[in-house]
C-alpha cells in the first residue's frame, strides 16, 4: 500500500535523534480504553466491530491531537504491510492478525497511533525518540480528553477504566522507555538491575515486547500496575527507575573504557568487521553488532558513522522493512543475504559521506 | 640469539612458494639415525652425550649436503629462542627440552636440519615447500651415505637402523606432506578422508604435530611404517595418497563454490573483517582465519593479499615469533594484542602495495 511506503523514506518519528540520545532511545505511553456498552473486540462479533470502527473513524479523523491522519484498516493491508507497521512500533501483532473492524489510525509523523479493535476497543499511544514520559502523557491525555467528549467509555467510578484484559483496568495506561544497555550487559551487571527493576514491579522486555529477548542490547521497561495509582505517579516513578538505569549504564561504559578498553575495541571492531564483510546476517547478529557499534559512536571509537545512521539499520534490517527495500517477498536466508548487503551498502555510504 | 634472528628476516625456505601451491603446503622427509656402542640419548648421561656431539659436530659441519650450517647448542639457546625454531619445524619440542650435547646442525636455507640428541643420536630431516618426496629423499640419503663413510650407525642386518624408539626401527624414515585442507572441512568431508588415511597404515596429525589439531585446517599426512618397506615405497604410497587427497579437496572446493558460494564468500568476508579490524586474537583463532583467507586468495574470491603474505602471517603468529618481533617476552593476554596489531599492519600493508 502506498502509504505504509511513504513510511520508509523517513526513519519514524521516535528513532530520530532525542532528547537523550544514546542511553534512551524513545519513550511511548499508551492508554487503553473501551466503550461502555459495547462488546469487548473479543467478544463482537465482525458486523459489531465493524459498526464500532465505522461510528469512531469521522470522530478520530477529526481528532485536534491527530491532525489529517493516515488511515490504514487491516484487511485492506498485505501481510508485508502489516509486519513493516509491526516493526515500527506502530501497530501490536495482535492488530495485524485482525480482520474487519480492526484499523490503525496514524498521526502522519508517527508521533501518535491509535489501534482499533485490538484487544481494547481504542488503545492509543504517543511515542517520542529519547526520554519523554511527561510530555507523552500530556499529549496522550489531550487526545483522551477530546474524545471523552463524543464517545461513553467503559469506566467504573471504584475501578477505573475497564479494559478486556485485568491488568490494564483502571488507568488503562501503559509507559514504557527503550533503553540501549550494552555498557550493562557487557560488563556482566545486567541480571541484577533487572531483577532490581522487576523487583519494584516494572516490566523489562526486549525490543519487540513480551516475550522477546533483548536483541541488540535494547531493553523496553515498563509500568506493570494500572491501578491504585494516578498516571503522573506512575510515570514519574517509572521516569526516576529509567534516569538511574541511565547512570548505572554511564558508569558501566565509563568502567569498560578504563578497565577493559582493549576488550571493548576488540568487541566494537569485529562487529565493524563483520557487517562491513559478512555476506550472510540474520537479524539477530546484525541487531547485535548494530549494538555494539551504537556503542562504539558514542564512546568515540568509531568516527566513520553517526548514531543515525546506526538507528535506522536497526529499524531497515527487520524482515518487512529488508522486504519493502528489495520490493519483493523473500525467504529467511534470502533475506540475510539482502540484509547484509544492505548494512555493506548503508555503512559504506555513510562512511563516505562522513569521510568526504 | 643473532643466529636465529637471522632467520626471521626470511619465511624459512619451506614456507616459499611451492611447487603445488594450495592444497600442498610443505614436504619432509626425516631419518632417525644412532652410533653404534654408544647408549641412546635417553640412557645415555651428561658427559657421554657431550663427548658424543663434540666428535660428530666436525664431522656433521663438514657434509657437502649441509654447507655451512648454522650450529646451535640447546643449552645456549634461550627459551624464546628455541620456541621460534620449533614454530619453524626445525627442532622438535622434545629437542628444545634437552641441554647439554644436544644440538641443531642447520643448513642456512632452512631445507636442512640435524638434530643431535634428541630421541635418537642423530634426527635429520630435508623439507621443502609444496609436494617433493623423491627430491627430499634424495638430499636425505646423500646426506646419510655420506656420513655413513664416516661413523658407524647401529644397524642390524635383520631390522635395519635401530632407535630409540621401536616405531622407528627399520628404515628410520618418516616422510610427511603438510596439506592446506579448508575444502574437505568446510564441506563436512574431512572426517571419513581421516579415518581412511589411518586405515592404510598412514598417520594425520595437526600442524604442531602428534596430539594436536588441525588449527587452520592444516593436515600433516605421514607414513606409520618404518619397517618391511624400502624407503622408495613407503615414499610413493605416502605420495599417492596426498595426490588422492589433493584431488578431493579440489573437488571438494569446486563444490563449495557451485553449491554454497554464498556461505563461502561470507565465511571468507567474515574472516577478512575480524582479521582486518580485531584488536585480540588467539593463536587458534587467527590460524583459522588466515585459513579462510588463504583459501578465499586461491578461489579467487580475495585480490588483495597474495597467499604468500597469509603464508608467513601463519608463522609470525605464533607466539615465539610474536615475542621476537616485539623484541620481548610476553604474556598471552599481552600477546594476543601484539598477535591483532601485527596481522592487521601486515594484511593493510600488502593490500596497499598489491593496489598500489
Do not use: F, Y
Given at each position: 500500500m502506498k502509504v505504509v511506503d511513504e513510511l520508509l523514506?523517513?526513519?519514524?518519528a521516535w528513532l530520530?535523534?532525542?532528547?537523550?540520545?544514546?542511553?534512551?532511545?524513545s519513550s511511548r505511553v499508551r492508554l487503553a480504553r473501551n466503550l461502555e456498552n459495547t462488546a469487548f473486540p473479543g467478544w463482537a462479533g465482525e458486523d459489531e466491530s465493524q459498526r464500532l470502527w465505522q461510528s469512531l473513524r469521522p470522530v478520530l479523523e477529526a481528532l485536534p491531537g491527530c491532525a489529517a491522519p493516515v488511515v490504514l484498516e487491516m484487511e485492506n493491508l498485505s501481510r508485508l504491510d502489516k509486519e513493516i507497521l509491526v516493526e515500527r512500533h506502530l501497530i501490536s501483532r495482535d492488530l495485524a492478525e485482525k480482520g474487519p473492524g480492526s484499523a490503525l489510525v496514524l498521526k502522519a509523523d508517527e508521533t501518535v497511533a491509535l489501534m482499533i479493535?485490538?484487544?481494547?476497543h481504542i488503545r492509543m499511544q504517543a511515542m517520542s525518540p529519547g526520554l519523554s514520559l511527561p510530555e507523552l502523557w500530556r499529549t496522550i491525555d489531550s487526545i483522551d480528553t477530546d474524545l471523552a467528549q463524543q464517545v461513553r467509555y467503559a469506566f467504573s467510578?471504584?475501578?477505573g477504566y475497564l479494559t478486556a484484559?485485568?491488568?490494564?483496568?483502571?488507568?488503562?495506561m501503559r509507559a514504557s522507555v527503550m533503553l540501549h544497555l550494552p555498557g550493562l550487559v557487557l560488563m556482566n551487571e545486567i541480571n541484577p538491575i533487572v531483577k532490581g527493576v522487576n523487583k519494584i514491579g516494572l516490566a523489562v522486555r526486549g525490543?519487540?515486547?513480551?516475550?522477546?529477548?533483548?536483541?541488540?542490547n535494547m531493553f523496553q521497561i515498563s509500568n506493570q500496575t494500572t491501578l491504585g495509582e494516578t498516571e503522573q505517579t506512575i510515570i514519574s516513578r517509572l521516569e526516576q527507575i529509567v534516569l538511574e538505569i541511565e547512570e548505572h549504564e554511564k558508569h558501566a561504559r565509563a568502567r569498560l573504557l578504563q578497565q577493559k578498553e582493549i576488550s571493548l575495541r576488540d568487541h566494537v571492531g569485529r562487529a565493524c568487521g563483520i557487517l562491513t564483510n559478512a555476506c550472510l546476517l540474520n537479524s539477530r547478529e546484525t541487531m547485535d553488532m548494530l549494538s555494539a557499534l551504537r556503542l562504539g559512536i558514542e564512546l568515540g571509537?568509531?568516527?566513520?558513522?553517526?548514531a543515525a545512521v546506526i538507528d535506522e539499520l536497526f529499524l531497515l534490517i527487520q524482515p518487512g522493512h529488508l522486504q519493502k527495500v528489495e520490493g519483493r517477498i523473500i525467504g529467511a536466508e534470502k533475506r540475510d543475504l539482502a540484509r547484509a548487503r544492505l548494512v555493506r551498502a548503508r555503512l559504506s555510504a555513510a562512511d563516505k559521506r562522513q569521510q568526504g
Open positions: 523514506k523517513n526513519p519514524g530520530k535523534v532525542g532528547a537523550h540520545p544514546g542511553v534512551m532511545v479493535n485490538e484487544e481494547d467510578p471504584r475501578l484484559c485485568p491488568t490494564n483496568v483502571g488507568t488503562g525490543l519487540w515486547g513480551e516475550g522477546t529477548d533483548a536483541a541488540g571509537l568509531l568516527r566513520e558513522w553517526s
